[in-house]
C-alpha cells in the first residue's frame, strides 16, 4: 500500500519490488463496461506535420504544471492512432527510460483461463518481426547497461526499460516491436508457462498472496474480482488439457513463423498444430492452444488508443515527440474503449458485516478493517481519503494509535485509501497486534469504530485542509529526482488519471483549500469529506483477523475452517453479531481518543542562498575533531533544497560483546524509537524524518528533511536516548516482537539467508540470531538500564552533515548531540569489525594479496 500522507505503511496486499528480474505480477490494487472520461477534451490540440516518414501527431498547448525546482522540459503528444504520450527532456540524466502502461490487466483474463494476461507479459518479450531473435532486446539493453521489467496488474499492464542515453532510439525501437508486431514465439511456450508456475510457487508460502486472495475469494460471485490473477500451468493448460481429452485438438497444420497471422481462429477452434508430446518447447497441443488463445486474447485487448507511454531522454522534446511518433504509430487502433472501467464494488451487504480469522504461516498477529471505497482520482482536487487518512493513521497524542499503543495491544498501524483497479477502491485499516492485542481484538475493532464515531461528531475546520496542502505543496517543490524508469513508470501509470492533461505531474502529488465560501457545497472539499465518512460504518465494515491456526483457536476454540482453493489458506466467516453492531454505533465514550493539534515542525524558512558554483566540491571535509568524535561536513552547492542529512554514528564495544549486549542493543534502539513516536510523527509528516538503530559497533542515528527545525528534533532525540526510563510493559512487547521477527527471518528467500550465513562466516564477532534468542526472554528491565548507561558512558563519535547546513550550524548540532550525551572518549582502536580470512596469502589471477583489514 502506498505510503499515505498520515500513515505508517502495513499492508497486506502484495506489493510490487522491482529487482533485475524480466517479469513479474503486480498484485493489487488498480473493470470493465464504463469508460472514465479525460479532462481536457475540448482544448484544441495542436497538429504537427512532420516531414518525411515520420507521421503526423498532435501536442497538447499548454505547459505541464512542474515543480519550480524541476529542470526537465515535458510535451504530452497524442499520436494518430490515439496512444498518448509523455515526452521528457532531462539534459543532465545519465539513463534514459521509458514505460508503457496498457489499460487491460488481469481481471481482463477470460473465466476459463486464469492467469493470461501474466502470461502475455512473460510472452510478449519473446521476439518480434522486426527483431526476431529471442533474446535480442535484453541483449541490447545489457551492451548498453540497462534492464528491463514488467508487471500485470489489476486493470493495467506495465512495460518499462532503462538504458545508457546514447542507446535510447535503439531501444524504443525494440521496444516499441513488441506492441505491433511480437512473434509471441512458440518455441518459449512451455518455458514461459513454467516461469509463471514458478512465480505461483514462489509465492506460494507468502501470507501477503494468501491473504490477498483471501480477499478476493470472499467477494460477490462472479465478479471480476475474484479472479485468480497470477495464474499456473495448470490453469493456463486446464482447457487444452480438456479439449485434448475430447479429442478435439488434431489439427494438421504448423506454423513456421510463429506471426500472428496463423492465429485468427475462433476461441474454441482447435489448435492449429499436430501433437508431437507434450515436452516440446511449444508445449504440444496443449501448450499451442494457450498460446493460440494467448494471441486472440491480445488481438482484442491490446489496443493503441488503451496505451499511455513515458520517455525520458537527453534529446529535446520535439525530437523525443518525433522519434515516438515514427515507433509507435505502426501499433493498431481498434477504437476499444480506452479507460474501461468497473462499475460495481466487488463487496456487497453479503460479503460485509463480518470478521473473517485466515491462518497465516509466519508468525505473527494483525488485523484489517476494511470497506468499500469510492474510486478516488476523480476527487483529486481534495482527495477526502487520504484527509481521513490523516486523522485514523495518526500516531500522535489522541490518535487511535496511542491509545492503543498504550494498553500494549498494538506496535504498529497504518491507514488509508487502497485502489483495487480502475473504479473501485478501498479505504484499510491495518493493525500489528501484541500477543495481549491478538487476545483483544474484539475491543481493538471497537476502538477502531470508536474513532470513525469521533469524527463523525468532529469538526473540520478548514486550517486542517491548508495544513495538508502546505505539505503535499513543499513536497512537491522540493521533491527529489527518482531514477529515471521509477519516473517513467509512475508518470505513464498516471496518465489514466482523469485530470487536466496538463496537471498528470502535479494532481495526485498536491491538493487544493477547501471552498471557504461553501465548503459544504458540492465539490466544496468538506462535504467530499463527510460522504466519504458516511460509508465508513460497521455493516459497510470487514475484519480480516491473522494468525496460526493454533493462536486462532487458543483464543476461540476449534472453527468450521473453509480453503481458499488457489493457496489453500485455511478461513473461517462469521458475521457480526448484534451486540458488536451495536456497540459500533453508539458515539465516541474513549476519553482517551481527541483529533490532533496544529504541526508545529512544518518548516517557517525555506530560505536557500543560492551562488554561482563554478566547480562544486566533490566530497566532506572534516571540520571539527575532537578526542572524542570526528565531523566532516559539505555544504550542498548544487541541489539547492532547504534540506539536509544528518549521520551520527556512535561506536562502543559494550554494544556487541556478547549475543546478550548485541540484543539489549537492540532492545534499547527499538525503545527509544517506541518512545518518540508519538512526538516524532508530526516532524515525519512535515518532511522531517530520523533513523535510532543498533548495529554490531554501536548505534546508529540518522536525520534527513528540512534543515529549518532539524535540531530541534536532534536535540530530542538525543535527550530521550540519554534519559531513557525502560518501562518493563514496553520491553515486553519489544521483546514479543524481536522474537517474532527474527524466529519469522528463516522464512525469508534464500537469498537473504545466504547473504546472513556468509557475514555470520567472515566476520570475526558475529552472532547468530539463535544465540540471541535463546537470551532475549530472560532479560530484564533493570538489566537493560544497566546496559544503556554502560553503552553510553565511553564512546567514539564519526559524524557527516551535508546539505543545506553552513559549517557553523553543524558545529553547534555536534556540540549540543555531545553535551546532551555526556560520554567520555575511547580509542578507536577498538572500534572496527575484523574479517576472517584464510590464514595463508590469497592468490588471485597469479598475483599474492597481502590482506590488510
Not at 731 to 751: A, G
Request: aromatic share 10%.
Amino acid at each position: 500500500m502506498q505510503r499515505l500522507l498520515a500513515s505508517r505503511p502495513i499492508s497486506f496486499s502484495p506489493i510490487l519490488r522491482r529487482p533485475f528480474t524480466r517479469n513479474r505480477l503486480k498484485p493489487p490494487p488498480r473493470l470493465f463496461l464504463r469508460t472514465m472520461a479525460t479532462p481536457s477534451q475540448d482544448i484544441q490540440w495542436q497538429h504537427v506535420q512532420t516531414k518525411g516518414p515520420t507521421p503526423s501527431y498532435n501536442v497538447f498547448p499548454k505547459p505541464v504544471r512542474k515543480s519550480e525546482n524541476d529542470d526537465r522540459e515535458y510535451r504530452i503528444i497524442r499520436l494518430e492512432n490515439g496512444l498518448e504520450a509523455m515526452v521528457i527532456q532531462d539534459a543532465t540524466a545519465d539513463k534514459a527510460a521509458a514505460s508503457l502502461d496498457v489499460a487491460v490487466g488481469h481481471l481482463h483474463d477470460p473465466d476459463d483461463m486464469p492467469g493470461l494476461a501474466h502470461f502475455c507479459e512473460h510472452l510478449l518479450f519473446m521476439g518480434t518481426e522486426i527483431y526476431p531473435k529471442e533474446n535480442e532486446y535484453s541483449e541490447y539493453l545489457a551492451k548498453n547497461n540497462g534492464y528491463s521489467n514488467a508487471f500485470t496488474g489489476t486493470t493495467n499492464t506495465n512495460y518499462f526499460f532503462t538504458v545508457s542515453t546514447g542507446a535510447l532510439s535503439g531501444a524504443l525501437s525494440r521496444f516499441a516491436a513488441f506492441f505491433h508486431c511480437p512473434l509471441f514465439d512458440p518455441s518459449c511456450t512451455t518455458r514461459e508457462l513454467n516461469a509463471v508456475d514458478s512465480e505461483h510457487k514462489k509465492n506460494h508460502q507468502n501470507d501477503i498472496w494468501r491473504i490477498y486472495q483471501i480477499n478476493k475469494h470472499l467477494s460477490k460471485e462472479g465478479h471480476p474480482w475474484r479472479k485468480f490473477g497470477s495464474g499456473n500451468k495448470d490453469s493456463l493448460t486446464k482447457v487444452g488439457r480438456e479439449l485434448k481429452a475430447k479429442g478435439l485438438l488434431n489439427g494438421t497444420s504448423r506454423s513456421a513463423t510463429g506471426s500472428l497471422a496463423a492465429t485468427p481462429s475462433a476461441s474454441r477452434v482447435p489448435s492449429p498444430a499436430p501433437s508431437a508430446g507434450e515436452s516440446e518447447d511449444d508445449g504440444g497441443v496443449v501448450g499451442r492452444e494457450t498460446r493460440r488463445r494467448l494471441v486472440e486474447w491480445w488481438s482484442k485487448e491490446y489496443d493503441a488508443n488503451r496505451m499511455r507511454l513515458c520517455v525520458i531522454g537527453k534529446e529535446p522534446v520535439e525530437e523525443l515527440s518525433d522519434l515516438v511518433s515514427k515507433l509507435f504509430s505502426p501499433i493498431p487502433n481498434s477504437n476499444l474503449d480506452p479507460l474501461p472501467m468497473i462499475p460495481e464494488h466487488p463487496f456487497g451487504p453479503n460479503e460485509t458485516g463480518t470478521l473473517v480469522s485466515v491462518q497465516t504461516i509466519m508468525g505473527f498477529h494483525a488485523l484489517e478493517v476494511s470497506f468499500p471505497l469510492p474510486y478516488q482520482p476523480p476527487f483529486w482536487r481534495h482527495q477526502p481519503g487520504n484527509f481521513l487518512a490523516h486523522f485514523i493513521g495518526h500516531e500522535g497524542p489522541g490518535s487511535l494509535h496511542s491509545y492503543l499503543k498504550h494498553k500494549g495491544w498494538v506496535s504498529a498501524l497504518s491507514a488509508g485509501p487502497q485502489p483495487l483497479a480502475r473504479g473501485i477502491a478501498m479505504f484499510k485499516v491495518t493493525l500489528r497486534l501484541t500477543k495481549e492485542g491478538f487476545e483483544n481484538h474484539r475491543e481493538i475493532t471497537l476502538a477502531v469504530y470508536k474513532y470513525l464515531s469521533l469524527l463523525h461528531s468532529s469538526e473540520f475546520p478548514a486550517w486542517y485542509q491548508r495544513e495538508i496542502r502546505t505539505i503535499r505543496s513543499m513536497q512537491f517543490q522540493f521533491a527529489e529526482k527518482r531514477r529515471p524508469e521509477d519516473y517513467a513508470l509512475w508518470v505513464a501509470e498516471h496518465m489514466s488519471w482523469p485530470v487536466p492533461r496538463d496537471a498528470i505531474i502535479s494532481a495526485p502529488r498536491v491538493v487544493e483549500d477547501w471552498d471557504s465560501k461553501n465548503p459544504l457545497g458540492p465539490g466544496g472539499g468538506e462535504r467530499e469529506v463527510r460522504e466519504t465518512l458516511e460509508g465508513l460504518n460497521v455493516e459497510k465494515g470487514r475484519t480480516v483477523l491473522m494468525a496460526k491456526k493454533e493462536e486462532h483457536e487458543r483464543i476461540a476454540g476449534v472453527k468450521d475452517w473453509q480453503t481458499e482453493p488457489w493457496y489453500g489458506t485455511g478461513f473461517a466467516v462469521e458475521r457480526y453479531d448484534e451486540e458488536f453492531v451495536k456497540q459500533a454505533q453508539s458515539p465516541n465514550d474513549i476519553a482517551e481518543l481527541f483529533l490532533p493539534g496544529p504541526n508545529e515542525f512544518i518548516p517557517e524558512n525555506l530560505k536557500i542562498e543560492k551562488r554561482e558554483i563554478e566547480t562544486p566540491e566533490k566530497r566532506p571535509h572534516l571540520i571539527r575533531k575532537t578526542p572524542l568524535s570526528e565531523l566532516w561536513h559539505k555544504k550542498d552547492d548544487q541541489w539547492w533544497v532547504p534540506k539536509a542529512q544528518v549521520i551520527i554514528d556512535i561506536r562502543t564495544p559494550v554494544a556487541n560483546e556478547s549475543p546478550r549486549a548485541s540484543a539489549m542493543t537492540r532492545l534499547f534502539a527499538e525503545l527509544v524509537t517506541d518512545s518518540l513516536t508519538e512526538y516524532s510523527y508530526d516532524a515525519d509528516l512535515a518532511g522531517l524524518t530520523y533513523s535510532f538503530a543498533s548495529h554490531n559497533l554501536g548505534v546508529f542515528v540518522s536525520l534527513n528533511g528540512y534543515n529549518d527545525k532539524l535540531h530541534v528534533l536532534a536535540k530530542d532525540i538525543f535527550e530521550k536516548a540519554r534519559t531513557l526510563i525502560v518501562n518493563p510493559e514496553r520491553l515486553e512487547t519489544k521483546k514479543q516482537e524481536l522474537k517474532r521477527d527474527w524466529e519469522n527471518f528463516f522464512f525469508e528467500q534464500s537469498f537473504r539467508l545466504s547473504d546472513y550465513f556468509a557475514r555470520y562466516v567472515l566476520t570475526e564477532k558475529h552472532w547468530l540470531l539463535q544465540e540471541k534468542l535463546d537470551e532475549i526472554s530472560t532479560i530484564t528491565a533493570e538489566e537493560v538500564q544497566a546496559h544503556i548507561a554502560r553503552l553510553l558512558s565511553e564512546v567514539q563519535i564519526r559524524a557527516l552533515i551535508v546539505g543545506n547546513m553552513y559549517k557553523d550550524e553543524a558545529i553547534r548540532l555536534m556540540e549540543q548531540s555531545e553535551e546532551i550525551l555526556q560520554a567520555s572518549p575511547i580509542s578507536s582502536d577498538q572500534l572496527y569489525e575484523t574479517a576472517l580470512f584464510p590464514p595463508q596469502a590469497c592468490l588471485i589471477a597469479g598475483y599474492e594479496l597481502s590482506l590488510l583489514w
